[in-house]
Antibody, heavy 126, light 107 residues
């Protein structure tokens, strides 16, 4: 059974740092792109970052570039999000999500988030 | 960045109804369009990927269609467990973006 379990959330002051973790099990972690998606209280979903299987490619939403760093440790089946210079607007529930990529006839390779964790809450407030 | 616009933002329907939710992309995204369902306090759940492919385990009353910029999610014969918020998402290019969500409520 695929499982993704986030941890590391909490209350932090503006300008502070936090490191989120996502422990994966039930699948070959090193074979999948992984993502972080967040949801501010009462709001919609916002994609934050993703990382390629070997960590060689990483992409971020503009609002976190230069402040957040996504990384992974395939030996530990873990995904991380280092968050620095936190702002009030970073307050959200942070989900990790597995990205599957599938070749579909006449369509090519398409990608989607097929498994999600339950999220870890980050609150940035003084 | 590709903007995703869903309509309506909210919708009231009854058990047994057929409902359609629309998602429009600000540029062509081929069929790189996914639909998710989210219930209160829960993580999103993948329903439809690649615009029209039903995720394993998802009831067949859910269907998706479209390509390019215009997409639809249709739910036939609404069941009580379908009342939730639905999001479309483009996976054509990063930053991957979601629609603002459509809250489906019981009439």
């Amino acid at each position: 059974e695929v499982q993704l379990v986030e941890s590391g959330g909490g209350l932090v002051q503006p300008g502070g740092s936090l490191r989120l973790s996502c422990a994966a099990s039930g699948f070959t972690f090193s074979s999948f792109w992984m993502n972080w998606v967040r949801q501010a209280p009462g709001k919609g979903l916002e994609w934050v970052a993703n990382i390629k299987q070997d960590g060689s490619e990483k992409y971020y939403v503009d609002s976190v570039k230069g402040r957040f760093t996504v990384s992974r440790d395939n030996a530990k089946n873990s995904l991380y999000l280092q968050m620095n210079s936190l702002r009030a607007e970073d307050t959200a529930l942070y989900y990790c999500a597995r990205e599957s990529r599938r070749w579909l006839h006449a369509k090519g390779v398409l990608n989607y988030f097929d498994y999600w964790g339950q999220g870890t809450l980050v609150t940035v407030s003084s | 960045d590709i903007q995703m616009t869903q309509s309506p933002s909210s919708l009231s329907a009854s058990v047994g109804d057929r409902v359609t939710i629309t998602c429009r992309a600000s540029q062509s995204i081929s069929e790189y369009l996914n639909w998710y369902q989210q219930k209160p306090g829960k993580a999103p759940k993948l329903l439809i990927y690649a615009a029209s492919s039903l995720q394993s385990g998802v009831p067949s009353r859910f269907s998706g269609s479209g390509s390019g910029t215009d997409f639809t999610l249709t739910i036939n014969s609404l069941q009580p467990e379908d009342f939730a918020t639905y999001y479309c998402q483009q996976s054509y290019s990063t930053p991957y973006t979601f629609g603002q969500g459509t809250k489906l409520e019981i009439k």
